[in-house]
């Protein structure tokens, strides 16, 4: 007999991990199967958009010129930002699609960037799973009841997040018809399983990542259902991303590089591999990106990501040599050659692009996010000069 759709286990997620009803997370109803193949309806792609430079480097084709776009590329280094964002919370913002909306816009707005990025954050599903998040100023984000024990993972909702984060569609649909009209491809993310289970069990941003590792080592079936958890979560959240209109995914694995190989291929790689499968079936590029972590390129690459994120520490015609066959790449300048003078910064942004060497899928970025003290002239400065260096004539 089937069960009604609210008492079906999440897929990967073991029977008698059910919130109770007392937790936060309970009164959502769980997330099913998630859609996923065959494909999902989504709106049709806006010709200018499809054959924009940026899809078309995603998808390894040759373009007019190398598209750019910034890692937290809306943020406090521009004042329209600061000026919204005055006495409003970050969570506020995001939940709330008008200004998710306009923050986005902000800085294709002001640069001739080849692709905006929605504004939200990788952790705003830990509330809806039953995490108390704040992002604290001048700390960053701190999570008050972080996972210790078993018992915490299997208190973890796994809700639908078309029910629990409708405002992230929502922005998503109020910014594609402005952003066709401009030909401008819109990126959708979440963060990636180890990463967010990092902030869910550190409680906050960490340099060593001790007590997560502490927890993957002493409880591997708990973790174990972690990881599928948070592969359950972020399949749904995504397909409800592509399925409003992101014609691309990002998935941040900014704290992976604190793995060595051998426990990324044990404890992280299987839910991560799973996820990526289950989010390349809805049709759109996906990028999977993480700092540090040149090491890992191989395998991480190896999950089948459309694009590989590389970051500012190793050279770029290097990663070509770590990646798959055919897989694009996006980076890598070091955010903070934005703070230098411009003889370095366009020095170095020369050298990126003769490491790159032409190859059809490059993507410029920076290598990790745009820092707040980055100058406005140097963002718009070299993305013109990265257009007109790779215009092809
Ligand atoms: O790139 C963009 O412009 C889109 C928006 C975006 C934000 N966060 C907005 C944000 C994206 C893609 C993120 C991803 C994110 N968030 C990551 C992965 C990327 C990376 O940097 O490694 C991580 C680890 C987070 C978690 C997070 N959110 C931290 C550590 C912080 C505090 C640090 C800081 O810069 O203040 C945030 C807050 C945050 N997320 C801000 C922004 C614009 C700053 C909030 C403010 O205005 O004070």
Redesign the pocket.
């Known amino acids: 007999m089937t069960r009604p759709q609210s008492e079906q286990a999440p897929e990967n997620q073991p029977t008698g991990a059910r919130p109770d009803a007392a937790h936060p997370a309970a009164q959502y109803p769980s997330v099913g199967r998630v859609p996923g193949r065959p494909q999902v309806q989504k709106p049709e792609l806006d010709p200018k958009v499809r054959n924009s430079a940026f899809l078309k480097a995603a998808r390894g084709e040759k373009a007019d010129y190398t598209p750019v776009w910034f890692?937290?590329?809306?943020?406090?280094y521009m004042p329209e930002y600061r000026a919204l964002?005055a006495g409003k919370s970050?969570l506020d913002c995001i939940r709330t699609p008008d200004l998710a909306a306009e923050i986005t816009l902000q800085p294709v707005g002001a640069f001739p960037l080849d692709a905006a990025?929605?504004?939200?954050?990788?952790?705003t599903p830990l509330p809806t799973m039953g995490l108390s998040l704040d992002?604290v100023?001048g700390v960053?984000?701190v999570i008050h009841n972080p996972i210790t024990t078993t018992k915490d993972v299997d208190m973890l909702g796994v809700p639908a997040t078309a029910e629990t984060m409708p405002y992230t569609a929502e922005s998503i649909r109020l910014l594609v018809p402005e952003l066709n009209s401009r030909g401008i491809p819109l990126i959708g993310?979440v963060?990636a399983p180890f990463?967010l289970a990092s902030y869910a069990i550190e409680g906050k941003?960490s340099r060593n990542y001790e007590k997560t590792k502490r927890f993957m080592y002493a409880e591997p079936a708990a973790w174990e259902r972690l990881m599928g958890k948070f592969e359950a979560l972020l399949a749904d959240y995504l397909t409800e991303q592509v399925k409003a209109g992101a014609s691309a995914v990002q998935i941040?694995d900014?704290w992976v590089g604190a793995l060595s190989i051998y426990d990324y291929q044990t404890f992280v790689k299987p839910a991560t591999g799973r996820l990526i499968e289950r989010v390349k079936a809805l049709g759109v590029p996906v990028i999977y990106f993480g700092?540090g972590a040149t090491h890992l390129m191989p395998d991480m690459a190896s999950l089948g990501s459309d694009v590989m994120g590389a970051d500012w520490r190793t050279p770029l015609d290097k990663a070509w040599g770590l990646v798959q066959r055919g897989q694009s790449i996006q980076g890598n300048l070091d955010p903070l050659l934005l703070q230098a003078p411009w003889r370095e910064l366009k020095h170095q942004t020369d050298r990126i692009l003769a490491e790159a060497n032409g190859r059809p899928g490059h993507i410029f970025n920076v290598g990790?996010?745009l820092l707040?003290e980055t100058p406005m002239d140097a963002v718009m400065r070299v993305t013109e000069y990265v257009h007109e260096r790779t215009q092809k004539a």
């Open positions: 890692m937290r590329q809306a943020g406090r964002r970050m990025i929605l504004f939200n954050d990788i952790l992002f100023g960053g984000p993310f963060g990463t941003g941040f900014s700092t990790h996010g707040p």
